[in-house]
């Protein structure tokens, strides 16, 4: 059953899948920087932006997400789930995800920001030449 509303459920599991994306993002950024790349800056300048795109977000998710009074707790995980506690004006609700489930979540939203970031690049590449 259901206790939070559609509308803030999705604020809040948005609100922490992104937050893991944004660290996916800073640890590949340290790996490649640390990496046997030959040409780095591209890459990190890229994972750079969309980690900065991603912390914007966040952070006016955070701002909504207080003014609902809405938080993202972690209960549990091991190697196959992870369990969080959403809590919304004493309401609450346990959600359990499966970690792979989890790793495809992140993984569309930092394709979401790779397709924001790469297309206002090329707008600014275009512009430029």
């Given at each position: 059953?259901?206790?939070?509303?559609?509308?803030?459920?999705?604020?809040a599991?948005?609100?922490?899948?992104?937050?893991?994306?944004?660290?996916v993002?800073?640890?590949?950024?340290r790996?490649?920087?640390?990496?046997?790349?030959?040409?780095?800056?591209p890459?990190?300048?890229?994972?750079?932006?969309?980690?900065s795109?991603a912390?914007?977000?966040?952070?006016?998710?955070?701002k909504?997400?207080?003014?609902?009074?809405?938080?993202?707790?972690?209960?549990?995980?091991?190697?196959?789930?992870?369990?969080?506690?959403?809590?919304?004006?004493?309401?609450?609700?346990?959600r359990?995800?499966?970690?792979?489930?989890?790793?495809?979540?992140?993984?569309?939203?930092?394709?979401?920001?790779?397709?924001?970031?790469?297309?206002?690049?090329?707008?600014?590449a275009?512009?430029?030449?």
């Amino acid at each position: 059953m259901s206790y939070l509303n559609k509308e803030e459920l999705q604020l809040a599991t948005r609100f922490l899948f992104l937050s893991m994306a944004i660290i996916v993002l800073e640890q590949d950024a340290r790996r490649i920087r640390q990496g046997t790349f030959k040409i780095k800056e591209p890459y990190t300048e890229l994972l750079g932006k969309m980690a900065s795109m991603a912390k914007n977000e966040r952070r006016d998710l955070r701002k909504r997400m207080s003014q609902q009074d809405i938080q993202v707790i972690t209960l549990n995980q091991n190697e196959t789930f992870s369990s969080y506690l959403f809590l919304c004006n004493g309401r609450e609700e346990q959600r359990n995800y499966f970690n792979p489930a989890i790793r495809k979540k992140v993984e569309v939203i930092i394709r979401e920001l790779m397709e924001t970031a790469l297309g206002s690049s090329r707008h600014y590449a275009s512009a430029k030449a």
